[in-house]
């Protein structure tokens, strides 16, 4: 093989809990993670020196050392002890700074496209436990489908989800910065619990497939911080919600708004209408499969 595709997912989480700020500046996380039909696709081809580019130029994604994917590199290398490098091209179908953990996906796409580009047979314990060193958000990303995410939510385990549902992603034209919602979620809730509850209300809602139940359930500690600190996102959420969908949930830190329907007509009704409105909008499925090989070359 000279080069490999790896297409992965972003994800939305259907339940963030968030604990209060611990003395090493972390949060302790309960979170539900769900992946949705949005991917980035990464290719990988052997080089002498690491280098990531995009197949289009998109701002706000670094094209040097600093790029997740090309640590993902790095950490996959150092765990076989070797010496090897690789050219990544990116390209990207998931919002950059939209909440959707699209670096993570991408990362988590380097890491399978190399495993299988130098056949290095990495374990998925080991696939997972070098994901978890990378982004609290990167381990879902391989997994993929639906799943409960503790520590940091880098501990995930699958979740049983007999839900097929529609949601409308609702862009936004500024992103929002994840540790400054974070730094405001600390201010507005001095006395969160160290360790939020599991959701088993909304992880029995989706066992059984209900759409109207599991949209009751949705929930996002970061939302009232994203609201202070953009207060544009109140205005689109009042329209969402006067729309009567199944539910409406704040994506991650932001800014993107989700709304969610059981009916695909009903989903894209309401992208004509918000499309009308002038929002930016997109259709997407969920939940989807993880990280997958989708070329050999």
Request: glycine residues 10%; aromatic residues 4%; charged residues 20%.
């Amino acid at each position: 093989m000279t080069q490999v595709t790896v297409r992965a997912p972003a994800k939305i989480n259907l339940h963030l809990g968030v604990g209060g700020l611990r003395p090493d500046g972390k949060h302790v996380l309960a979170t539900v993670y769900q992946a949705v039909g949005l991917y980035d696709d990464v290719t990988v081809a052997e080089a002498d020196d690491w280098s990531v580019a995009m197949t289009e130029p998109i701002d706000g994604v670094p094209l040097d050392d600093t790029n997740i994917a090309v640590r993902a590199g790095w950490a996959l290398t150092a765990h076989h002890g070797i010496d090897r490098a690789a050219r990544i091209t990116i390209a990207k179908g998931i919002p950059v700074m939209g909440g959707m953990a699209g670096g993570s996906a991408d990362a988590a796409a380097t890491l399978l496209a190399l495993d299988r580009l130098w056949d290095l047979q990495t374990s998925d314990d080991d696939l997972l436990r070098i994901a978890g060193t990378l982004g609290s958000d990167v381990p879902f990303a391989l997994l993929g489908g639906t799943a409960l995410g503790t520590g940091h939510g880098e501990v995930v385990s699958p979740v049983a989800d007999a839900s097929s549902v529609w949601w409308v992603v609702v862009l936004s034209d500024e992103g929002l910065s994840t540790p400054a919602v974070y730094g405001h979620f600390d201010e507005l809730s001095p006395d969160a619990p160290a360790a939020p509850p599991i959701p088993d209300d909304l992880i029995a809602a989706l066992g059984t497939g209900y759409t109207d139940e599991i949209g009751d359930l949705l929930a996002n500690d970061l939302w009232p911080a994203a609201r202070d600190l953009r207060p544009d996102l109140v205005d689109v959420e009042v329209r969402l919600r006067s729309m009567a969908p199944d539910g409406v949930l704040l994506s991650g830190s932001g800014p993107t708004l989700l709304v969610l329907h059981e009916d695909v007509e009903e989903a894209r009704t309401t992208v004509a209408e918000l499309t009308e409105q002038g929002l930016r909008c997109t259709l997407a499925p969920g939940p989807v499969a993880g990280a997958h090989v989708v070329t050999y070359a």
